[in-house]
Every structure is written in C-alpha cells, then in structure tokens.
C-alpha cells in the first residue's frame, strides 16, 4: 500500500491575503489584532491559509445574509 503524502498548506503572506481580500494590509493587521481574522505568526511574519481565509469569508457571508 501506499502512503499518501499530506499536503502542506500554501501560506499567504500580509501583503497577498491584503491583495486577495482588496484590502490595506494594515486593515489585516488591525483585524488580526481585534482577533477577527486568525493567522499563523512564524518568527517575526504571519501566514494565512487560504482555505481557512476562504471558509471564514464564506462564514461571514452567512451572517450578513441572516
């Protein structure tokens, strides 16, 4: 049998999650400080994984929408 390779996720940087929402990357900071987007802080820089950033933009769609 074969083992199946885990993937590892790819990790958004500050300034690509900021181009992927269209938004100021100071905004991601602010919001990672209100604790209302949650990143992956390694050393010095934090990472986000789109999967989790595209379950939570379609999260907060269903609370507008209620």
Sequence with gaps: MKK???RIPRLMSVDELAD???LQKQTIYN???QKKIA????GK???FD???IDEW???CGKATNE
């Design 31 to 33: 919001w990672l400080h």
């Design 50 to 52: 789109r999967k989790y």
């Design 57 to 59: 933009l379609a999260n």
């Design 39 to 42: 990143g992956i802080k390694i």
């Design 20 to 22: 992927y929402l269209g």
């Design 4 to 6: 199946q390779k885990q």
């Design 45 to 47: 820089v934090w990472r």
